[in-house]
C-alpha cells in the first residue's frame, strides 16, 4: 500500500511539473509536438494509397505463366484473358464521302474474325478448336436485354466492331449508315464507366478515329478475344498472316491484372454504421466539454489529437518495418474507440474545476496532478487488455493491438503536450476575458441593502450619469426586417452567391476533368509514374512489381513520355493519335491544317499499352455483363498483334469543338451565375460600402464590414429649433418634449418632427414676468372650481410601500401568466378602486397651485418627462410643474421640495421625483373633469380607463404630493426608473433602491429581472422580488454608462466605448464591440435584435444576432465635434436623438413595413 | 404485425424526440406534456422498448450483413435483399429479445436498489455499441487458425467488454445466463431444421454464438440503463421538488 500511495505521490508530482511546463511555455512545446507529428506521419508518404485498383504484375514471357508472388493467390479459377488488340488503319483520299471511309477498315474485320474463330489449336494432345481454348459464356445478365443484340452469347467470349452487326458480313454491307448503328448503342447522358462503344472498340472511344471529323486519318479497333487457357498458335498465326511493317511492338511480355475485391453497397452499410457509431461517441463526448471559452476549439483539438494519434501509430509502425495489411478504413473507427476520448474530457474537467483565481499554470498543473492517478491507471488497464489480445496470436488481431498499442502511446503523448498547452491557452484566453475580475474584487461585491457605505480607495468624480438602470425596453413588439430583404442580407452576409458561384466553377472543372477531354489524367498519370519509381520507361522487360502497387487505368509509363509536350488544358488531339507519328516532330499541338499526304503507320509502345487507357472498369464491366466477377481474380493482356489495312479517311474536329464548347459553357455559367449574383445581393461590400459608409467621413472608421444597406433607406429628420444645447428628451410615443439650456421647451409631433407648442413661447421674453396669456386665460377658471371641494385627502391611501400583502386584489387568471407590461397595466386598472371617490376631490394643495401657477424661468430644467399630453419638468430649484404640451399652458406647479429634482418618472397617475439631496418624492396627479364628464367617468369602471390618461384642456389638474421618502438615499440620485409598479432608483451612494408603488401582482413563477451597472464596471442582473442578485458580470473597464435589456440579452455600453452584450439568463458575455473613443454613450433597442448607438454625429445601427453593423446614419454635415449624447426610441420604431442644439428625428423604415 | 410495427416505430420516432429534449428540459421547473409523458410509468415504458426494439432490429441487420459470407458481384444485384438476406423472424426476434433486455436491466437494478452507477452516459454507451461491433466483426472478418481460437478471442473480448463498461455482478449473471439460453434457443432451432449453419463446430452450432450473445446482451443491457436513466432523474426531481 505504501508503495501505491508513494507511487501515486510520484506521479502526481511529475504530472505537476509537467503542467506548470506545459502552460508556461505554450507555443514551443506546440511546436515541438507538431514537428514530432509530422515526423511520425513522414513515413506514411511511402505507403500506397489506400484503394481498390486493380493491381498490376508484369511477368516477361514467351510463355505464360501466373505471378507466383500474389500474397492472397486466390487464382485457382481459370480466369486468364487473352486479348488481342488490332488495329485497322487506312490513310485516305479527302474524296471519299467520310461514311464509307469506315467502311473497308471496318469490313476487315470480319475476315479477321473468321480467321480466328477458324483457327484450329494444335499441339501434342490434338487438335482443339478456338471453342475450347476461349472463355465460354452463357447468358447475359439478366436486365441487359438490350445489349443482347451486340454482345455475345453462348458461345467464346470475342468482341469486336462487327458485333453491332452480328458479326455479319451481309448485315454489314446491307447498313446504309455505319456511323449512326454505332451511335445508337451509345448510352444517353454522362457515361462514367466503359460504353459499349468502348468495349467492342477495345479503345477508349476517341482514339478509334470512326466518328464524322477524322483528322488523324486512322482507324483503330481490337478483336477481343477471351481465353481461358494460354494458347501461342493462335498468335504465331496471325502474326504470320499480317506481318505489320514499322512495328516496334515489344511483344514480349505480358501484364496481369490482379483485381481486388470490389465493396458493394451491402459491406458499405456495416462500415457506414461503425463510423455513425463513432460520430455519435465524438459527439457525446465533446458535449461534455464545458466552462470553457471555446468549446468547439477544444473539441477539435480533442479529436485532432486521437486522430493525429493513429497516425503517428500507423507511422510508427511502418517505420519499424510493420505494412498494415488490414484493412485502414474498417479498423479506424474501432482503434478511435478503443484509444478513446475519455482521458482529454477527464483533464478538461479537472482543469477547468480548479479554483479559479489560480493562476493558469497552477491551474493546469493542479487539474493535471488531481487527474494523474487515474489516467495512469486507465492507461495500464487498456494497455494490458491489448497486451492480452496481442497474446491471441491471430495475425490479425496482432496487428490491430500493436497498432492500438502504439496509438495508445502516441496519443498519451499528443494529450500531456498537445491537448495540455491547448487547455492553457484556453484557459488563459478566458482568464484575459474577464481580466478585471480581480482588481475590483471587493467592490464589484455591494451588499444589496442599505448598508454602511464601503469606502472607496479613489472615489471617481461624479458624472452627470454615471449608473443607468434599465428595465425594460419600452418597446418590445415584432419590429424586424422584411422577409425579402432577409433573404437578400442572408444571401449576402454568407455569400452564399459566390460559394455558389464556387462551387459550381468546381464541378465544372472536375466534370471536364473526369470527362477528361484532353488527356490531363493521362498526362498527369505519366508525370506521376516519371517521378516514381514504378515507371521504368525503357526497360525491355518490366520487372515485377513486388510492393503490389495499385495502378489505375491510365497509368501508361512508356507511351506518354515523349508525346505529351505540355501540360495544356485544352484538348490536344495529336497527342494519342495512334500509328501515324512521324516522330518527334509531330508532339506539338497541332492546329487545323491538313496533316501531310499519306502519314505512314507505324506501331509504337504507345498502342501496346492502349489498353491501359480505357476505364479501369472496362475489364470488369465487360465480365459482370455475365454475370462473372473479376473480384481476386487475374486477368492477363497478352502482347497486341497489330494487323495494318490500308484504306483512306479523314479529319475530325470534334475534339476541338467539344473543348471550345465546354470553354464557352463555362464562361456563360459564370457570367450568368455573376449577374444572378449582382441582382440578388444589393449589399456593396469593398469600395462601395466605403463610399457611403462611415469610412468616407475619415475619422470614424465605425464599422468592420465596410459595407451598410443602401443609403436612402434611412434619413434623418433634423428638427431645429432651439437655441442651446438640448439637456432633457422625453418622449411618449407621439409626443416629444426637449428642453434645451435656455430653459425653453418644446413639443414637437413626433410622427411628422413638426413643432406643435414652444414654451415659452417664442414671442414671449424669458425674464418677461406675466407675460403668459395661456396662463391668465387658464387662471381665471379655477379658483371657483377648486374652492369649494371637501377636502377627502386621507381617504387617499397614499402608503404605496407599507400596503400589507393582505390588501393585495386578487386578479383573474387569465392575467397570471402576463409579462411584466400588463402587471404595469394592471396597475392602472385598478387605480380607479380607490380612487373613483377621489376623482372629483381636489386636494388643498392643488388649489393654491392652480392660483400661483407662474413658472419658474430662472432655474434650469434638470429632468423632463411626458406622458398622455402633460409635460413634467423638475427644475433645479426644487420645483415640479406641470405644463400642457399641446397648448403650452402651465397646469401646474409643486414647490414642496427644496432641492433640484435629478429625475422624474410617470406612473400612471403619480409621479416620482428624485431629489438631489437623496429624498424621492410621490405626487399624485388629480384630473378633475368638468361635471358632465365625471359622470361617464365613473361609471364604466375600471376597465375603460387608458393605461395613460389623457387630459383635456378642460380638466383641472392638481399635483400633490403624497409622501416623500426623505432619506432615500444619503447621495444623489442619478436614475430613475419606473415600470411594473415599481420605482428604483440609483444613486452615487452605491445602492439600488426599489419602490413598490402599487400592489401589482406578479405570478409567482414569473421573475422580474433588473440589470445595474455601476462606476466600477460591473454590471448585476437582480431578481426583483427577492432582491438576491443573479449574476455579477465585469465588462467594462471604466464605468457602465447605458444599459439597455431585450428579452434575451442586456446590452451595456461604457466608458471603454465597448459594447457588450450579455446574455440575460446566464450572465455570460456573448460578444462586444469595440468603438471607437466618443461612440456609444447611449443606447437604445428598437426590436429584439436591431440595437442603435449615438457616435460622433451619427447613430449606428447594429445587428443584435451577429453584431453586424447594419448602418450608420449622419446627423449632420458640419457637426462632426458633437456627440449623440440622448437616444430615444419611439414606439413607431423612430429613434430620437440629440444633436447639438438639433433633434434629429431618425425612421427605419424597413421596421415600419414590417409593422404595418 | 406490420400494423403494430409501424405503430412501435412511430412511436420509436416520437420516443426519440422526447428523449433528446429531455436533458435539455431538466433544469426549467415548468413542466410540459413531454415531461409527464415522460415520468408516466407505462408511457415511458413504452417509449423504451419501443425504442429498445427499434436499437435490436437495426443492430441484427447490420451485424447480419456482417456475418453474410460474401460473393460479391460488382453489381450487386439487390442491395435490399441483402439487406434481408436472412429469414423475415430474425430482425423481429432480435428486436423484441433486445427490448426485454433493455428493460429487464434496469428493473434488476432498482429490485436490488440504487440503479447502475457506473460510466453512466451516452458516450460510454456509444462506445461500447461500437466494441460490440466491433467483436462482431472480428468474428466475421478475421481469418483465426481454427474455432478454439475463435471462440476463445472472442470470449475474452466479450469480458472484457463488461469489464470496460458495466462492471455489476447482476450484469454479468444476468448477461451469462440469457446467452446461455440465447443458445440452447438456437441449438433448438437447428435441431428442428429451421436454419443452419455453413460450417457448423460444436454440435451444429457455431461455438463463438454465447461470447456473442453475451457481448449483446451487455450492449443492450448498458443502453436500456441509459434510457431508464432520464426516468430516474425526473423522478428524483420530483421528490426534490416535492
Given at each position: ?6 507511487l501515486r505521490?510520484k506521479i ?15 507555443v514551443?512545446?506546440?511546436?515541438f509536438?507538431?514537428a ?12 500506397p ?13 514467351r ?9 492472397q ?27 464509307d471511309v469506315?467502311?473497308s ?19 501434342g494432345?490434338?487438335v ?11 447468358d ?11 454482345l455475345p ?6 468482341v469486336?466492331?462487327g458485333n ?13 449508315d455505319l ?12 457515361s ?6 468502348d ?6 472511344g ?6 464524322h471529323?477524322?483528322?488523324?486519318r486512322?482507324v483503330t479497333?481490337t ?10 498458335s493462335?498468335?504465331?498465326r ?7 511493317a ?8 505480358m501484364?496481369?491484372?490482379?483485381f ?12 457506414v454504421t461503425?463510423?455513425?457509431i ?5 459527439y ?19 479529436v485532432?489529437?486521437?486522430?493525429s ?17 488490414l ?16 482521458n ?7 482543469v477547468?474545476?480548479t ?15 488531481n487527474e ?18 496481442y ?12 497498432f ?6 502516441s ?15 484556453d484557459?488563459r ?19 444589496p441593502k442599505p ?22 425596453t419600452?418597446a418590445?413588439r415584432?419590429?424586424?426586417l422584411?422577409k425579402r430583404?432577409r433573404?437578400?442580407y ?13 462551387v ?5 472543372i472536375?466534370?471536364l ?22 515507371g ?5 522487360a518490366?520487372?515485377?512489381h513486388?510492393?503490389?502497387a ?7 509509363p512508356?507511351s ?5 509536350p ?12 495512334q ?5 518527334a516532330g ?7 491544317p ?5 502519314p505512314?503507320?507505324t506501331w509504337?509502345?504507345e ?12 475489364w470488369p464491366?465487360l ?14 493482356i497478352?502482347?497486341?498483334?497489330p494487323?495494318?489495312?490500308s484504306?483512306?479517311?479523314?479529319t ?7 473543348a ?19 441582382v ?7 469600395q ?7 469610412r468616407?467621413?475619415g ?6 464590414y ?11 429628420l433634423?428638427l ?7 439637456e432633457?428628451l ?11 439650456l ?13 413643432c ?5 413661447r ?14 391668465r386665460?387658464?387662471?381665471p377658471?379655477?379658483p ?9 385627502t386621507?381617504l387617499?391611501d ?16 387569465s392575467h397570471?401568466c ?11 386598472l ?11 376631490l381636489?386636494?388643498?394643495?392643488g ?5 400661483q401657477?407662474?413658472?419658474d424661468?430662472?432655474?434650469s430644467?434638470w429632468?423632463l ?27 401646474c406647479?409643486n414647490?414642496?421640495?427644496?432641492s433640484?429634482i ?5 406612473l400612471?397617475?403619480r409621479i ?7 429624498s ?24 375603460t ?6 387630459y383635456?384642456s ?13 432619506c ?21 451612494d ?5 419602490y413598490?408603488?402599487e ?11 433588473l440589470a ?10 437582480w ?9 455579477h ?8 454608462t447605458?444599459l439597455v435589456c431585450?428579452?434575451?440579452?442586456v446590452i451595456?455600453?461604457?466608458?471603454d ?9 446566464t ?6 464591440i469595440q ?7 447611449s443606447l ?14 451619427c ?13 450608420t446614419?449622419?446627423?449632420g ?15 413607431n ?9 438639433e433633434l ?11 409593422l404595418? | 404485425?406490420?400494423?403494430t410495427?409501424?405503430?412501435m ?5 416520437t ?10 428540459q431538466?433544469?426549467g ?19 423504451r ?5 427499434s ?7 447490420v451485424?447480419?450483413?456482417?456475418q453474410v ?14 439487406i ?7 430482425p ?21 436498489g440504487?440503479p ?21 466483426h472480428?468474428?466475421a472478418?478475421v481469418?483465426f487458425?481454427?474455432?478454439v481460437?475463435?471462440?476463445?478471442t ?10 470496460t463498461?458495466d ?12 446467452a ?11 435441431y ?7 460450417s457448423?463446430?460444436?454440435l ?5 454464438l ?12 448498458n ?6 436513466l432520464?426516468e430516474y432523474?425526473f ?8
Open positions: 500500500m505504501t508503495l501505491r500511495e508513494r505521490e502526481s508530482a511529475a504530472f505537476y511539473r509537467h503542467g506548470l511546463l506545459c502552460a508556461s511555455y505554450p514551443p512545446i506546440i511546436l509536438t507538431s514530432s507529428i509530422l515526423t511520425c506521419c513522414y513515413p506514411l508518404l511511402r505507403l494509397l489506400p484503394g481498390t485498383g486493380p493491381v498490376e504484375f508484369t511477368t516477361g514471357g510463355d505464360y505463366s501466373v505471378p507466383s508472388h500474389e500474397p493467390g486466390d487464382l485457382g479459377e481459370r480466369p486468364d484473358w487473352q486479348v488481342l488488340v488490332k488495329a485497322a488503319v487506312s490513310p485516305w483520299d479527302s474524296s471519299l464521302v467520310p461514311v469506315f467502311r477498315p471496318l469490313s476487315r474485320a470480319f475476315s479477321l474474325l473468321e480467321e480466328i474463330r477458324n483457327h484450329v489449336h494444335s499441339d494432345s490434338g482443339r478448336s478456338l471453342e475450347s481454348l476461349c472463355l465460354q459464356v452463357t447475359l445478365f439478366p436486365g441487359l436485354r438490350r445489349m443482347q443484340s451486340v452469347e453462348h458461345g467464346c467470349l470475342l469486336s466492331p453491332y452487326w452480328q458479326n455479319q458480313q451481309e448485315l454489314f454491307d446491307s447498313d446504309p456511323l449512326k448503328t454505332i451511335q445508337k448503342h451509345e448510352p444517353k447522358g454522362l462514367t464507366s466503359a460504353t459499349l462503344r468495349l467492342l472498340f477495345g479503345v477508349p476517341k482514339y478509334t478515329g470512326v466518328s471529323y477524322n483528322r488523324k486512322v479497333y478483336i477481343t478475344i477471351v481465353l481461358s487457357t494460354y494458347d501461342a493462335l498468335r504465331s496471325l502474326k504470320q498472316l499480317h506481318p505489320s514499322n512495328c516496334s511492338l515489344r511483344d514480349d511480355h501484364v496481369h491484372v490482379h481486388k475485391e470490389e465493396i458493394g453497397i451491402a459491406e458499405l452499410i456495416p462500415l461503425t463510423y455513425i463513432l460520430f455519435a461517441y465524438i457525446f463526448s465533446t458535449r461534455k466539454i464545458d466552462m470553457v471559452k471555446s468549446k468547439w476549439g477544444l473539441a477539435l483539438a480533442a485532432v489529437t486521437v486522430l494519434s493513429l497516425l503517428m501509430s500507423v507511422g510508427l509502425c511502418t517505420l519499424f518495418g510493420l505494412t498494415p495489411t484493412n485502414g478504413g474498417e479498423i479506424f473507427p474501432y482503434l478511435v474507440v478503443v484509444i478513446g476520448l475519455e482529454v474530457l477527464v483533464l478538461t474537467k479537472s477547468v474545476s479554483p479559479v483565481d489560480l493562476e493558469v499554470k497552477l491551474r493546469i498543473a493542479q487539474g493535471l496532478s494523474s492517478w487515474s489516467i495512469m491507471k486507465n492507461m495500464a488497464t487498456e494497455l494490458c487488455i491489448i497486451l492480452i489480445g497474446f491471441t496470436l491471430v495475425p490479425a488481431i496482432q496487428e490491430f493491438c500493436l492500438a498499442v502504439v496509438g495508445l502511446v496519443d498519451f503523448f499528443l494529450q500531456m503536450f498537445f491537448f495540455t498547452t491547448v487547455l492553457s491557452i484557459i484566453r478566458m482568464e484575459l476575458a474577464d481580466l478585471n475580475r480581480r482588481l475590483p474584487a471587493e467592490a464589484g461585491l455591494p451588499p448598508g454602511p457605505l464601503r469606502p472607496r480607495e479613489a472615489p471617481p468624480p461624479p458624472r452627470p450619469s454615471p449608473h443607468t438602470i434599465t428595465l425594460q419600452p418590445f415584432n419590429l424586424r422584411p430583404l433573404v437578400v442572408f444571401l449576402a452576409r454568407t455569400r452564399l452567391a459566390q460559394r455558389i458561384i464556387m459550381g466553377t468546381v464541378i465544372w472536375g466534370i476533368v473526369y470527362t477528361d477531354p484532353a488527356g490531363i489524367r493521362t498526362y498527369l498519370a505519366a508525370q506521376v509514374s516519371e517521378q516514381s519509381p514504378l521504368d520507361p525503357g526497360g525491355g518490366l520487372p515485377p513486388l510492393g503490389g495499385p495502378v489505375f487505368r491510365g497509368v501508361d512508356t506518354t513520355l515523349s508525346i505529351h505540355a501540360p495544356d488544358p485544352t484538348p490536344l488531339p495529336d497527342n494519342h493519335s500509328g501515324h507519328h512521324d516522330g509531330r508532339a506539338g499541338p497541332l492546329p487545323q491538313p496533316p501531310p499526304a499519306v505512314q503507320i509504337g509502345p498502342d501496346q499499352e492502349g489498353w491501359r487507357r480505357l476505364s479501369f472498369r472496362h464491366s465480365f459482370s455483363y455475365y454475370n462473372i466477377t473479376l473480384a481476386k481474380r487475374y486477368i492477363s497478352l502482347p497486341v498483334i494487323v495494318t489495312v484504306a483512306d479517311l479523314q475530325d474536329l470534334t475534339l476541338y469543338k467539344v471550345a464548347l465546354g470553354l464557352a459553357a463555362g464562361v456563360l455559367l459564370v457570367l450568368l451565375l455573376f449577374c444572378l449574383y449582382r440578388l445581393c444589393p449589399r456593396n461590400y469593398g462601395n460600402g466605403v463610399s457611403h459608409g462611415r468616407r467621413r475619422e470614424l472608421p465605425c464599422d468592420d465596410g459595407y451598410s444597406p443602401p443609403v436612402s433607406e434611412i434619413s434623418p433634423l431645429r429649433g432651439h437655441s442651446m444645447d438640448i432633457c422625453a418622449s411618449d410615443g407621439m409626443l416629444l418634449a426637449s428642453c434645451c435656455a430653459g425653453q421647451i418644446r413639443v414637437w409631433d413626433a410622427q411628422t418632427g413638426d406643435l407648442t414652444v414654451i415659452p417664442q414671442g414671449d421674453g424669458l425674464s418677461e414676468e406675466d407675460g403668459f396669456p395661456l396662463r386665460r387658464s387662471a377658471s379655477r371657483t372650481l377648486f374652492t369649494d371641494q371637501p377636502d377627502l386621507p387617499i397614499t402608503n404605496f410601500a407599507s400596503q400589507p400583502p393582505s390588501h393585495l386584489c386578487t386578479p383573474p387568471p397570471l402576463t409579462p411584466p407590461r400588463d402587471g404595469f397595466d394592471f396597475g392602472g385598478r387605480r380607479p378602486s380607490g380612487g373613483d371617490a377621489s376623482a372629483s381636489t386636494p388643498e394643495r388649489s393654491a397651485a392652480g392660483t401657477a407662474t413658472a424661468w430662472e432655474s430644467v429632468a418627462e411626458l406622458r398622455g399630453n402633460l409635460i413634467a419638468a423638475g427644475r433645479s430649484s426644487g420645483k415640479l410643474e406641470l405644463w400642457d404640451a399641446v397648448e403650452g399652458s402651465l397646469r406647479v414647490e414642496d421640495g427644496g433640484g435629478t429625475a422624474l418618472a410617470f400612471n397617475n416620482v421625483a428624485a431629489r438631489l439631496n437623496g424621492l418624492d410621490f405626487f399624485t396627479v388629480e384630473i378633475n373633469k368638468p361635471l358632465g364628464l365625471l359622470q361617464y367617468r365613473g361609471a364604466p369602471g375600471r376597465g380607463m387608458p393605461p395613460s390618461p389623457c383635456s378642460e380638466d383641472v389638474i392638481s399635483c400633490q404630493l403624497t409622501r416623500s421618502v426623505q432615500a438615499h444619503q447621495k444623489p440620485i442619478t436614475v430613475l426608473r419606473a415600470a411594473a409598479g415599481r420605482v428604483v432608483t440609483g444613486s452615487q452605491h445602492t439600488v433602491r426599489i413598490r408603488l400592489d401589482s401582482v406578479v405570478h409567482p413563477k414569473k421573475t422580474m429581472v445595474s451597472g455601476g462606476q466600477d464596471g460591473a454590471i448585476c442582473l431578481d426583483v422580488l427577492t432582491g438576491s442578485r443573479v449574476s458580470v465585469y465588462g467594462h473597464r471604466g464605468d457602465v447605458s431585450t428579452t434575451s440579452c451595456s455600453s461604457g466608458l466605448d465597448l459594447i457588450c452584450i450579455w446574455d440575460r439568463s450572465g455570460i458575455k456573448l460578444y462586444s468603438q471607437e473613443a466618443g461612440c456609444g454613450a437604445g433597442v428598437i426590436s429584439e435584435s436591431l440595437l442603435v448607438t449615438g457616435g460622433q454625429g447613430v449606428s445601427f447594429w445587428d443584435l444576432n451577429f453584431g453586424d453593423l447594419l448602418q446614419v449622419y446627423l454635415q458640419s457637426s462632426d465635434g458633437q456627440g449623440v449624447r440622448q437616444l430615444l426610441v419611439l414606439d420604431a423612430a429613434i430620437i436623438c440629440d444633436f447639438g442644439s434629429s428625428l431618425v425612421y427605419v423604415p424597413s421596421v415600419l413595413e414590417k404595418d | 404485425m406490420s400494423l410495427l409501424t405503430a416505430s412511430n412511436s420509436a420516432g420516443g426519440g424526440q422526447q428523449e433528446w429534449s429531455g436533458p435539455g431538466t433544469p421547473p415548468s413542466r410540459g406534456p413531454y415531461i409527464s409523458v415522460i415520468t408516466n410509468r407505462t408511457t415511458n415504458l413504452l417509449i422498448g419501443a425504442m429498445l426494439f436499437v435490436g432490429v437495426f443492430l441484427s441487420l451485424l447480419n450483413l456482417l459470407q460474401r460473393n460479391v458481384t460488382l453489381f450487386p444485384p439487390d442491395v435490399i435483399s441483402s434481408f438476406s436472412s429469414a423475415w423472424w430474425v423481429p426476434c432480435c428486436g423484441t429479445a433486445s427490448a426485454g433486455i433493455g428493460l429487464l436491466y434496469p428493473f434488476i437494478d432498482r429490485r436490488l440504487e447502475h452507477k457506473f460510466k453512466r452516459e451516452w458516450s460510454s454507451v456509444m462506445r461500447c455499441v461500437a466494441v460490440f461491433v466491433g467483436i462482431n472480428a468474428s472478418k481469418d487458425a481454427n474455432n481460437q475463435l471462440s476463445l472472442l470470449a475474452a473480448l466479450s469480458i472484457g467488454l463488461w469489464w463498461f462492471r455489476s455482478r447482476s450484469g454479468f449473471g444476468l448477461g451469462v445466463s440469457i446461455l439460453l440465447a443458445t440452447l434457443a438456437t441449438q433448438v432451432l437447428v428442428n431444421g429451421v436454419f443452419q449453419y455453413t457448423p463446430d460444436f451444429y452450432i457455431r461455438s463463438w454465447p461470447c456473442i450473445f453475451f457481448a449483446g446482451v451487455i450492449t443492450m443491457g443502453i436500456g440503463r441509459q434510457l431508464a432520464y432523474k423522478i428524483q426531481e420530483k421528490t426534490h421538488q416535492d
